[in-house]
């Protein structure tokens, strides 16, 4: 019984910020927003069935119509999109839960029917490789995407500000920059996808420049301690792993420490141990950044308790189970048994 003591307990992440509880709904893209990419009532409803998790991260959304990579994925740039988050953040309040929301540029994992023909943008001109094709399309391949310019990157980061200030006006009680799963920053993070040899590319300095850059526009228009991160520093999906990408992130994670960050956020399908990264990727995490730690992937409400209890994170972020149980919460707490995840799952909203 004592994991349950674990998890049930509150947490303070800071800038009054309270959790109920150690679980963490983690983001999870649905492709359930309507064709001008708003939040519908229905995603309201889904959000506010899950409110009694200690905190809820939204599915990925985007900052910018350049972003989009996949079918009906919320954005937070348009009027009508805060509106509609509007009603989602009011929902969960209401059911006296708290949420986050993710904010998401998905770089070269995109592909030009979503840009009128334009090739997406990335930090340099490498394709995804042996990836299949594009999600939702018969037969799509992933292309080339074209190097990003300086300019664009300006404009990238000032997008992520806008999109931050908007998750605020919509009622969010902050937000998660996504710095994980290859998309756009994780891009700049790892050598395979960062080949450049401007102040964005060559040296871990130049790498961690894009994200750090974000970072402080952000923390420049919304309250501080209302900005949590994901990472991946070991890459895992649609990305090659390279033995340096550790040096970009031995480099980075210290230096997050001095940014006041509500949290920083595992990005894993599996959070299994790396024998170069010393442990798992969350206790690598650890090692490095002294604040709030959310682990994540593959964990049950037993490990993720365990993971806490030993040191290595501090909250635990729950994926695939809260797709099939919307009261996964509830039957943690009565140690009810759990409806298994399936990939059939997620043609509806529950
Ligand atoms: C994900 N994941 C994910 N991660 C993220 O940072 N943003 C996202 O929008 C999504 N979307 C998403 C959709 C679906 C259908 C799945 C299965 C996963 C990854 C997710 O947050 C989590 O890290 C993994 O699912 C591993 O945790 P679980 O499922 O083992 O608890």
């Known amino acids: 019984m004592s994991y349950l003591n674990t998890l049930f307990h509150s947490v303070d992440l800071g800038a009054n910020l309270t959790l109920k509880n150690r679980i963490v709904m983690a983001p999870l893209t ?93 930090p340099s001109a490498v394709p995804i490789v042996g990836h299949g094709h594009v999600p939702r399309t018969e037969n799509l391949e992933y292309e080339t995407p074209r190097v990003i310019t300086v300019d664009e ?43 450049r040899e401007d102040e964005y590319g060559g040296t871990v300095e130049n790498m961690a420049r894009f994200l750090l850059e974000i970072i402080d526009q952000i ?7 209302k900005i ?11 990305l090659e792993h390279d033995e340096r990408d550790k040096e970009v992130f031995d480099y980075l994670l210290p230096l997050l420490n001095q940014y006041g960050l509500a949290y920083v956020h595992t990005g894993m399908f599996s959070d299994t141990p790396y024998e170069h990264l010393g442990g798992t990727v969350t206790q690598y995490i650890r090692k490095h950044y002294r604040g709030t730690v959310i682990a994540s992937g593959g964990y049950s409400a037993e490990t993720g308790a365990t993971a806490i209890e030993k040191g290595d994170a501090d909250l635990i972020a729950i994926g695939r189970p809260f797709i099939a149980n919307p009261d996964y919460v509830e039957k943690v707490k009565q140690e009810k048994n759990l409806v298994e995840y399936n990939n059939e799952m997620l043609g509806e909203l529950i």
Not at 104 to 111: E, I, K, L, P
Not at 181 to 192: G, P, R
Not at 219 to 225: F, H, L, Q, R, Y
């Open 30 to 122: 649905r492709s359930m927003a309507d064709d001008d990419l708003v939040p519908t009532e229905a995603m309201a409803a889904y959000y506010g069935r899950r409110a009694d998790a200690g905190l809820i991260i939204s599915e990925a959304t985007l900052i910018s119509q350049d972003g989009q990579g996949y079918p009906n994925t919320p954005g937070l740039y348009t009027q009508a999109q805060i509106d509609g988050w509007k009603n989602v953040t009011q929902r969960v309040h209401q059911n006296g839960g708290k949420i986050f929301a993710q904010i998401w540029h998905t770089g070269r994992v995109s592909h030009s029917i979503y840009h009128n023909g334009e090739l997406p943008m990335a």
């Open 228 to 238: 949590g991160l994901r990472l991946s520093p070991q890459a895992y999906i649609n």
């Open 153 to 195: 990157i300006k404009r990238v980061q000032n997008q992520f500000a806008i999109a931050a200030k908007n998750a605020i006006e919509a009622g969010f009680d902050g937000i998660e920059i996504h710095g994980a799963n290859s998309y756009l920053i994780d891009e700049f993070l790892h050598w395979d996808t960062n080949r």
């Open 219 to 225: 923390k420049a228009v919304i309250p501080e301690g």
